[in-house]
Protein backbone atom coordinates (compact mmCIF):
# COMPACT_ATOMS: atom_id res chain seq x y z
CA UNK A 1 0.00 0.00 0.00
CA UNK A 2 1.28 3.30 -0.83
CA UNK A 3 1.85 5.77 2.17
CA UNK A 4 2.79 9.58 1.96
CA UNK A 5 2.88 10.92 5.34
CA UNK A 6 3.65 14.62 5.54
CA UNK A 7 5.39 16.48 8.69
CA UNK A 8 6.86 20.01 9.45
CA UNK A 9 4.26 22.45 9.37
CA UNK A 10 3.47 24.53 11.75
CA UNK A 11 2.80 28.71 12.46
CA UNK A 12 5.43 30.80 11.88
CA UNK A 13 5.78 34.65 11.49
CA UNK A 14 6.39 36.32 8.08
CA UNK A 15 10.09 36.15 6.76
CA UNK A 16 10.40 32.40 9.05
CA UNK A 17 11.48 29.07 7.51
CA UNK A 18 10.22 25.57 7.38
CA UNK A 19 11.03 22.56 6.50
CA UNK A 20 8.52 19.77 5.58
CA UNK A 21 9.24 16.42 5.07
CA UNK A 22 7.56 13.77 2.95
CA UNK A 23 7.99 10.00 4.00
CA UNK A 24 7.20 7.33 1.67
CA UNK A 25 6.51 3.50 1.62
CA UNK A 26 4.96 0.80 -0.49
CA UNK A 27 6.60 1.62 -3.70
CA UNK A 28 9.76 2.42 -5.56
CA UNK A 29 10.51 6.16 -3.89
CA UNK A 30 13.44 6.40 -6.75
CA UNK A 31 11.81 5.63 -10.35
CA UNK A 32 9.06 8.29 -9.40
CA UNK A 33 9.17 12.22 -9.96
CA UNK A 34 7.22 13.67 -6.66
CA UNK A 35 5.61 17.08 -6.18
CA UNK A 36 4.72 19.19 -3.30
CA UNK A 37 1.08 20.61 -3.56
CA UNK A 38 -0.81 23.52 -1.49
CA UNK A 39 -3.95 24.54 -1.21
CA UNK A 40 -5.08 27.21 0.68
CA UNK A 41 -8.85 28.19 1.68
CA UNK A 42 -11.30 29.22 -0.62
CA UNK A 43 -8.46 28.66 -3.52
CA UNK A 44 -7.84 25.19 -5.79
CA UNK A 45 -4.50 23.22 -5.05
CA UNK A 46 -1.87 24.44 -7.04
CA UNK A 47 1.71 22.50 -7.47
CA UNK A 48 4.39 24.71 -5.50
CA UNK A 49 6.85 22.18 -6.55
CA UNK A 50 7.92 19.18 -8.54
CA UNK A 51 11.13 16.80 -8.58
CA UNK A 52 12.55 14.20 -10.75
CA UNK A 53 12.99 10.96 -9.99
CA UNK A 54 16.56 11.16 -10.01
CA UNK A 55 16.83 14.94 -8.93
CA UNK A 56 17.87 16.07 -12.08
CA UNK A 57 15.38 18.39 -12.83
CA UNK A 58 12.94 20.60 -10.60
CA UNK A 59 10.10 22.87 -11.22
CA UNK A 60 8.56 25.99 -9.00
CA UNK A 61 5.48 28.49 -9.31
CA UNK A 62 6.84 32.04 -9.83
CA UNK A 63 5.33 33.18 -6.09
CA UNK A 64 7.79 30.89 -4.88
CA UNK A 65 11.02 30.74 -7.02
CA UNK A 66 14.39 32.04 -4.93
CA UNK A 67 12.74 30.98 -1.36
CA UNK A 68 11.70 27.20 -1.61
CA UNK A 69 13.86 24.36 -2.39
CA UNK A 70 12.63 21.13 -3.15
CA UNK A 71 15.40 18.06 -2.77
CA UNK A 72 14.64 14.08 -2.00
CA UNK A 73 16.33 11.31 -0.54
CA UNK A 74 16.66 8.42 -2.64
CA UNK A 75 18.02 6.43 0.29
CA UNK A 76 15.24 7.37 2.75
CA UNK A 77 12.35 7.31 0.32
CA UNK A 78 12.05 10.88 1.69
CA UNK A 79 10.29 14.57 0.03
CA UNK A 80 11.75 17.77 1.48
CA UNK A 81 10.17 21.26 0.97
CA UNK A 82 12.59 23.85 2.76
CA UNK A 83 10.60 27.07 2.66
CA UNK A 84 12.18 30.23 3.72
CA UNK A 85 11.43 33.78 3.31
CA UNK A 86 7.86 32.82 4.13
CA UNK A 87 4.77 35.50 3.49
CA UNK A 88 0.85 35.25 4.67
CA UNK A 89 -0.21 34.30 1.06
CA UNK A 90 2.01 30.87 1.34
CA UNK A 91 -0.14 29.48 4.53
CA UNK A 92 -1.77 26.55 2.82
CA UNK A 93 -2.61 22.93 3.43
CA UNK A 94 1.11 21.24 1.70
CA UNK A 95 0.48 17.93 0.49
CA UNK A 96 3.04 15.68 -1.19
CA UNK A 97 2.36 13.80 -4.44
CA UNK A 98 3.73 10.85 -6.09
CA UNK A 99 3.73 11.06 -10.24
CA UNK A 100 2.81 8.80 -12.53
CA UNK A 101 6.56 7.91 -13.95
CA UNK A 102 10.18 9.41 -13.27
CA UNK A 103 9.69 12.80 -15.11
CA UNK A 104 7.13 15.73 -13.35
CA UNK A 105 4.08 16.79 -14.67
CA UNK A 106 2.63 19.92 -14.03
CA UNK A 107 -1.13 18.55 -14.20
CA UNK A 108 -2.30 17.43 -11.05
CA UNK A 109 -4.11 14.41 -12.60
CA UNK A 110 -0.93 13.36 -12.99
CA UNK A 111 -0.11 12.52 -9.83
CA UNK A 112 -1.97 9.45 -8.27
CA UNK A 113 -0.79 9.36 -4.69
CA UNK A 114 -1.42 11.77 -1.99
CA UNK A 115 -0.23 12.26 1.70
CA UNK A 116 -2.88 13.84 4.17
CA UNK A 117 -1.05 17.28 4.30
CA UNK A 118 0.71 19.65 6.71
CA UNK A 119 -0.62 22.71 7.87
CA UNK A 120 1.62 25.72 6.97
CA UNK A 121 0.13 29.05 8.61
CA UNK A 122 2.31 32.42 7.74
CA UNK A 123 0.50 35.41 10.41
CA UNK A 124 2.81 37.87 12.63
Known amino acids: QEKLVESGGGLVQPGGSLKLSCATS????????MGWFRRAPGKPSELVAAISSNADNSYYIDAVKGRFTITRDNDLNTLYLEMNDLRPEDTALYSCAKSQGPLFSLAPHSYGAWGQGTQVTVTS
Open 26 to 33: GFNFDIYA
